[in-house]
């Protein structure tokens, strides 16, 4: 399966920032999706970020809050804007691989202050 | 729309006892079905799946799960548990859509293992 990497693994942000998390894969892959865990909850998927066009939101997610780019078929970018503590969480991001299948990354645990 | 429930939040086995973790979904044709596990400070890792054919099916770890069409079932079995098999377990459904594949996830299950 692919290799996944994210960064950064952790942060502490203020209140109103943004921040931007990276995945990057070693190998090319057609899909690529961001996923939201609370904590002590399950996976929510966010988006499914497209290469060369817009992300593809789930509802209750919107472009201004959880834009994303993916520039190629091996890296993609989460920016969480203008945080509050209810966005502290772990961001994930997944690969579609072979048929049907993802795979993810090692996440990315967000605390907001 | 599809859904999926794992009744048991927490379970604790004694290592080297057996495990069954349960998972029933909805879903309105053949689902594409995963347990996956996540350790602690970890992400996701994938233990096995389920698209067709044989409704029993292995996994790593020593995992290995059985699709019961009639019971909208896919329980996750372990005949000894060690202790590293401590961690959470989720079961997602799949499906396929115009823009991509969609997993939804269970709530989880932690898993205990008492010495």
């Known amino acids: 399966s692919a290799v996944i990497s994210q960064k950064p693994s952790r942060d502490i942000c203020q209140r109103g920032t943004s921040l931007t998390i990276q995945c990057q894969v070693d190998?090319?892959?057609?899909?690529m999706f961001w996923y939201r865990q609370q904590p002590g909850q399950s996976l929510t998927l966010i988006a499914t970020?497209?290469?060369?066009?817009?992300?593809?939101?789930e509802s209750g997610f919107v472009i201004d809050k959880f834009p994303i780019s993916r520039p190629n078929l091996t890296f993609s970018t989460l920016t969480v804007s203008n945080m509050s503590p209810e966005d502290s969480s772990i961001y994930l991001c997944?690969?579609?691989?072979?048929?049907?299948?993802?795979?993810f990354g090692p996440g990315t645990r967000l605390t907001v202050l | 729309a599809q859904s999926v429930t794992q009744p048991d939040i927490h379970i604790t086995v004694s290592e080297g006892a057996s495990l069954e973790l349960r998972c029933n979904y909805s879903?309105?044709?053949?689902?594409?079905l995963f347990w996956y596990v996540q350790s602690p400070g970890q992400g996701l890792q994938l233990l096995l799946k389920?698209?067709?054919?044989?409704?029993l099916v292995q996994g790593i770890k020593g995992f290995e799960a059985e699709f019961k069409r009639s019971q909208s079932s896919f329980n996750l079995r372990k005949p000894s548990v060690h202790w590293s098999d401590a961690a959470e377990y989720f079961c997602?459904?799949?499906?396929?859509?115009?823009?991509?594949?969609?997993?939804?996830f269970g709530t989880g299950t932690r898993l205990a293992v008492r010495p």
């Open positions: 997944s690969v579609r691989q072979g048929s049907d299948t993802q795979y």
């Open positions: 879903y309105g044709a053949t689902p594409y």
């Open positions: 389920y698209f067709s054919g044989d409704t």
């Open positions: 970020a497209n290469q060369g066009s817009e992300a593809t939101y």
């Open positions: 190998s090319q892959v057609t899909m």
């Open positions: 997602a459904v799949g499906r396929t859509g115009s823009s991509g594949d969609k997993l939804t």
